[in-house]
């Protein structure tokens, strides 16, 4: 079936640092992509998408290509402040679209 | 204007009691979700609704039954709950079943069993 595979964390980073969040992903078809925020003692916030092959999403400084090649959607910040300190997941959409599946979530905690 | 609300937001019970948690969107969405994110964080799709109708169940027992009153609520009612049951239910909306729509989320019912 549909899976999503991110990396480990939890990652650490200073402010201004550079982040990146490998996300790869095995399904039938061309699911569409999500990278999902979650604040601590709250919902999930969509952070950005891409539905197809080469698309960029980008938000808040964050961006991830949807590669089909490598299968993989890698979330991207040039320059981390700690207010992004959160837990980030990968998801894609099943093609009927009536399910995200989630991978396992990574923890960023940005520090001054 | 909360655009997809649960209440409550805690829920602390006892094993073998029966609960339920509500769901409400004002975003005028056909499909709704509930989500099970347990301790680890993992979160799982539980059940799909569109147009009120049951579109997905996953492996969830049947202890679970949502109910969907209308297109802009869906509920969650759990009997008999279990240790195991404990978690944090996340309920969701998206504006239909394509697969690009993005789904938003509540705010989540943390559920403890003791």
């Known amino acids: ?112 | 204007d909360t655009a997809v609300s649960q209440t409550p937001k805690y829920l602390v019970t006892q094993m073998g009691n029966d609960k339920s948690i509500k769901c409400e969107q004002n975003l005028g969405h056909d499909t709704m979700y509930w989500y099970k994110q347990d301790s680890k964080k993992f979160l799982k799709i539980m059940f799909s609704y569109n147009n009120k109708e049951l579109i997905i169940n996953e492996t969830v027992p049947n202890r679970f039954s949502p109910k969907s009153p209308d297109k802009a609520h869906l509920n969650l009612h759990i009997n008999s709950l279990e240790l195991g049951d404990s978690a944090v239910y996340f309920c969701a909306s998206s504006q239909g079943r394509a697969p690009s729509y993005e789904q938003y989320f509540g705010p989540g019912t943390r559920l403890t069993v003791t």
Request: glycine share 10%.
């Open chain 1, 1 to 112: 079936g549909d899976s999503v595979t991110q990396m480990e964390g939890p990652v650490t980073l200073s402010e201004e640092a550079f982040l990146t969040i490998n996300c790869t992903y095995t399904a039938t078809g061309y699911p569409s992509l999500f990278w999902y925020v979650q604040y601590p003692g709250e919902g999930l916030q969509l952070l950005l998408k891409a539905t197809k092959a080469d698309d960029k999403g980008s938000n808040k400084g964050f961006e991830a290509t949807y590669r089909k090649e490598t299968t993989s959607f890698h979330l991207e910040k040039g320059s981390v402040q700690v207010s992004d300190s959160a837990v980030y997941f990968c998801a894609l959409s099943d093609q009927a679209g009536t399910a995200l599946i989630f991978g396992k979530g990574t923890t960023l905690s940005v520090s001054s």
